[in-house]
């Protein structure tokens, strides 16, 4: 059974509480579908939309983040405007403001929605006259005995060879003439802005792409000098031929998968106070210190890139120098390349040719040999047949862009370059008959997929039901017999199941693009998904899935009355606009009041909280608020899919705008609705929710233009189809000019204007240049840019921002067993001090030689301090060893253990217990004591004198 039948059968149509399957949905008039699906969904949207407005202004880290995160911040959200007044008033900000603040494709998806608020307004003008004479000038939907006002306002009501059908061909001219019109006053536009764009001091301006590089001028020098020929000696700002670096690649892999772990490790440490460990394999690996290992480890890959990186620019070097003698050689460094002896008589009799001859065979064998170390896997080292060259004015650059290099074909083609950070560097390079054998196999993979696609689809819907549910799951069974509201509620929720299955298809087009070796990383964002998603849905909707739907629906009228074959298709397609008007309803409200509330996103940030305090992955700032286990925080929101979201659902509703806007004009109204509340949400979330990311500069414009033309010529073809059903043969003729004008407009734009949208213009150009050379601008920030980013000096000797934290650790460490050993040493010399405190109670009994006695006991027990010193000195070199070996053993990072906290605690404890106990007896005896500030007591250890120690003796006597 087909997706169109099953999906217009099972989503939200059964209203009867038994399970009779696709026989209820059969009786239902188009009618009962809409207002069902409006019910439904339109009051799920408006209880979301609700809760939207009241939470907005309370939650502005939520809804608001480019003013509630500094990293995201931009003028226009600095006025969140009202709880209200928010929907018009986001109208009010400028289209510059949002292409500089919000992106060229955040600009021209709003323009796209307006632009189907506008066809749709005209829709709505041509309905005021065909409603009328569609309802009362046919009677085909009142013969047949069921009543369905929707029916009997559409084409369908009109008899076989009725002249009102005219009307119909009036009104799409109108309808299609304003379309034209539009775009073509939107490309004026667009060419502006894009024009702006490309003007900006942006390296991807500035820069080019060449691919097919010939052997001799792969490497640096030999670029710089062919620029520097065609334009000037400082034209070029900066040249990187791409590398085949893939071990490279390995270890920097390596090192960016480690670097997390350690940072982590090294949170847990500073500020839990606990060692972490791991186990050093994953299976049967005893477990080690994370922090010393991981540093360790860190530390040889450090190593060891710098040590490749300066090697290949040794390598790299040497090959510019022998390429500025004649040696063209790209492949294997140490190969030296000899003429044939053969070939040596004719080098002698024709020097000319000879060297030429020599320099082809040698380019020959140095690419055959380059090929066999890439297949091989070589050492890294070898240039690729790629470049990116960034130029010092906006001149040289466009003038390099659309020049043609080289006499071959495929040869030195320069392209617009992807921003640095979306290269795709392992599809650079890549010859040009691998990437024609990509492109051939995704093409056909699509068009499989887009014709089998019903096979799987139809299989979902079956169980999309609740006769299907029931089957699948028996245990639902018995409350849908027991309940009428539980089997209206499967009704309601098991078409879910077909839109789950249905997103499926962006993420499998995805991986059929990976085959077309782009530069620029593959995303939902990239034009080519969206040229595929938008064709894609195009053909499996109206020329697959209407079809088959609508000779579905009429087989048995076609079976039981064959001559009327034309007149039962040509009714039976005009009336299925409730089908298409159902879609758009539920692909698009329901997902935009979900958007709105940032639904998914708030429950990952939720999600990531629990998971990450589960885990303790959420020590620092950085850690409560990067991304962990792929679950997003707010302040890292996901960009926005313009290419997904375009080629799935928009170019949907504009088809259906297209098609259905004259043969039932009631569709217009919910278009507008569907346009308008788009309109309105998506400014609301470009302006405060998502921050410019994958920005294609408008070229997602660009692709959605030439497809909604060649839809127009669809649409007018389907609808004079339909006339010719219908037995109008005159309104079918008339259609003829409007679809040949259409046409003509599609060859028209094709000529120039997509042309002239892709570059700047010279005298543009030149201004820019004039003025930045007047104002000083250099383009020290294009070096490197486009540099392979395991080539950059800064990723030789990279470290978690948190390193030197460990030293503050260890100090603190350190610290820790030093008070721990003065306790014990302390707690020790309680004993040790008894017979000094008698000498110095004799000393002051024997009071009738005074204070001289005194003071020789003083210097005798400092003489003998002299020698007591050197035991200090002595233990004090025994203590540094022991911290030495313990540095040794665990890098000085290992902490104390639970037991040796405890302990420690208890003694000073008891410590402070028998100094309060001795201070008591000396205030019963009458004696007051002597207390000494805190800051001499620090003074004390800190000198470690022996008259401090004197004073101590006496104050505890």
Not at 305 to 310: G, T
Not at 707 to 714: D, G, K, N, Q, R
Not at 769 to 780: A, F, K, V, W
Request: proline residues 4%; aromatic residues 10%.
């Amino acid at each position: 059974m087909e997706y169109a039948q099953h999906f217009h059968e099972n989503r939200l149509l059964q209203t009867d509480n038994s399970t009779q399957g696709s026989n209820s949905a059969d009786s239902l008039t188009e009618t009962e579908i809409i207002k069902t699906t409006c019910a439904v969904y339109g009051s799920i949207f408006a209880a979301l939309f609700i809760v939207f407005l009241i939470v907005r202004p309370r939650y502005p880290h939520v809804y608001n983040l480019k003013k509630s995160f500094p990293a995201f911040h931009t003028p226009v959200a600095d006025d969140a405007f009202g709880r209200i007044s928010w929907m018009w008033k986001v109208f009010t900000v400028s289209y510059d403001d949002i292409r500089d603040q919000c992106g060229m494709d955040a600009m021209t998806t709003v323009r796209l929605l307006e632009f189907g608020v506008k066809l749709s307004l005209v829709g709505v003008f041509n309905s005021i006259f065909l409603l009328p004479i569609y309802g009362l000038m046919g009677d085909v939907v009142a013969n047949e005995g069921v009543s369905d006002p929707i029916k009997e306002v559409s084409l369908s009501n009109l008899g076989q060879g009725s002249n009102f059908a005219i009307v119909t061909t009036f009104s799409a001219y109108i309808l299609f003439g304003a379309a034209m019109y539009f775009i073509a006053k939107d490309f004026e536009w667009f060419t502006a802005h894009r024009h702006t764009f490309l003007s900006k001091k942006r390296v991807q301006n500035y820069s080019i792409f060449l691919s097919g590089l010939p052997p001799e001028m792969q490497n640096n020098r030999a670029l710089r000098e062919y620029f520097a020929i065609c334009f000037s000696h400082n034209a070029v700002a900066d040249v990187h031929v791409a590398l085949a670096i893939s071990n490279l690649e390995k270890k920097v892999a390596k090192r960016n998968a480690l670097l997390p772990k350690l940072e982590h490790s090294i949170n847990v440490l500073t500020i839990k106070g606990e060692t972490p460990m791991h186990k050093a394999k994953i299976c049967g690996g005893e477990k080690v210190w994370s922090v010393p290992a991981y540093s360790k480890e860190i530390a040889d890959l450090n190593e060891e890139i710098d040590s490749r990186r300066k090697k290949l620019e040794s390598m790299q070097e040497e090959r510019e120098n022998r390429a500025s003698n004649g040696d063209v050689e790209t492949g294997e460094d140490e190969m030296q390349l000899q003429p044939d002896p053969e070939e040596t008589d004719i080098f002698d009799e024709h020097p000319e040719q000879g060297s030429k001859i020599a320099m082809y065979s040698k380019s020959f064998k140095s690419s055959a040999s380059k090929m066999k170390a890439i297949i091989t896997g070589g050492e890294d080292g070898a240039p690729r047949n790629a470049a990116f060259v960034s130029f010092a004015d906006l001149t040289s650059a466009n003038i390099a862009r659309q020049t043609v290099h080289q006499s071959e074909p495929w040869s030195c083609v320069p392209v617009e370059p992807p921003m640095p950070e979306l290269v795709n560097w392992k599809n650079v390079g890549k010859s040009n008959n691998s990437k024609q054998i990509g492109e051939l196999i995704s093409l056909v993979l699509t068009s499989v997929l887009c014709i089998f696609w019903t096979i799987p689809v139809g299989i979902v819907a079956s169980l999309s039901n609740v006769e299907g549910l029931t089957e699948l799951l028996p245990f639902l069974k018995a409350p849908v017999e027991t309940y009428a509201w539980f089997s209206s509620l499967l009704a309601l929720l098991a078409p879910l199941l077909l839109v789950v299955f249905v997103s499926l298809l962006p993420m499998i087009l995805l991986t059929f693009l990976k085959f077309e070796g782009l530069i620029e990383m593959e995303t939902y964002q990239h034009p080519s998904l969206f040229s595929k998603l938008a064709s894609f849905t195009i053909i499996q909707t109206f020329f697959i899935s209407t079809i088959a739907s609508t000779l579905s629906k009429s087989l048995q009228q076609i079976l039981d009355k064959p001559r009327s074959i034309f007149a039962i298709v040509g009714s039976a397609l005009p009336a299925q606009s409730a089908y298409f008007i159902q879609i758009i309803i539920v692909q698009n409200l329901l997902a935009l009041g979900i958007e709105l509330l940032r639904i998914s996103p708030v429950a990952q940030n939720i999600i990531r909280k629990v998971v990450a305090k589960k885990l303790a992955h959420n020590l620092t700032e950085k850690e409560r608020n990067e991304s962990f286990m792929g679950l997003r925080s707010l302040e890292a929101p996901l960009e926005y899919y313009f290419g997904r979201e375009l080629g799935g659902k928009i170019i949907l509703v504009q088809m259906v705008l297209y098609v259905y806007g004259c043969m039932s004009p009631i569709t217009t109204y919910f278009t507008l609705i569907v346009f308008g509340l788009l309109a309105i949400g998506f400014r609301h979330q470009f302006l405060y929710i998502y921050p410019i990311a994958n920005d294609s500069g408008g070229k997602l414009w660009i692709n959605f233009q030439r497809l909604s033309v060649t839809c127009m010529i669809l649409a007018e073809i389907i609808l004079g189809a339909v006339l010719l059903l219908k037995e109008v043969f005159i309104a079918a003729v008339l259609m003829v000019p409007l679809i040949t004008t259409t046409i003509l407009f599609d060859i028209y734009l094709k000529r120039r204007h997509y042309s002239v949208t892709c570059y700047l213009p010279m005298g543009e150009c030149a201004t820019i240049d004039h003025n930045n050379e007047s104002e000083g601008i250099t383009y020290e920030s294009f070096k490197d840019a486009y540099l392979q980013p395991e080539l950059k000096e800064m990723s030789s000797a990279l470290l978690p921002e948190n390193y030197f934290e460990i030293a503050t650790a260890r100090k603190s460490e350190e610290n820790r067993h030093d008070e721990v050993a003065v306790d014990e040493t302390r707690q020790s010399g309680d004993h040790g001090s008894e017979p000094y405190e008698v000498a110095v109670d004799e000393t002051r009994q024997s009071g009738d030689h005074g204070n001289e006695s005194y003071e020789v006991v003083v210097d005798e027990t400092r003489q003998s301090g002299d020698h007591g010193s050197e035991s200090s000195d002595r233990s004090r070199n025994q203590k540094k060893h022991k911290k030495h070996q313990r540095k040794e053993s665990n890098d000085g990072l290992r902490g104390e253990s639970r037991s040796q906290e405890k302990e420690r605690k208890r003694k000073k404890k008891s410590k402070k217990e028998h100094r309060k106990k001795e201070y008591s007896q000396l205030s019963d005896s009458g004696q007051e004591p002597e207390r000494k500030s805190k800051k001499e007591h620090r003074h004390c250890r800190r000198e470690n004198s022996f008259e401090c120690e004197v004073k101590d003796a006496e104050h505890r006597k």
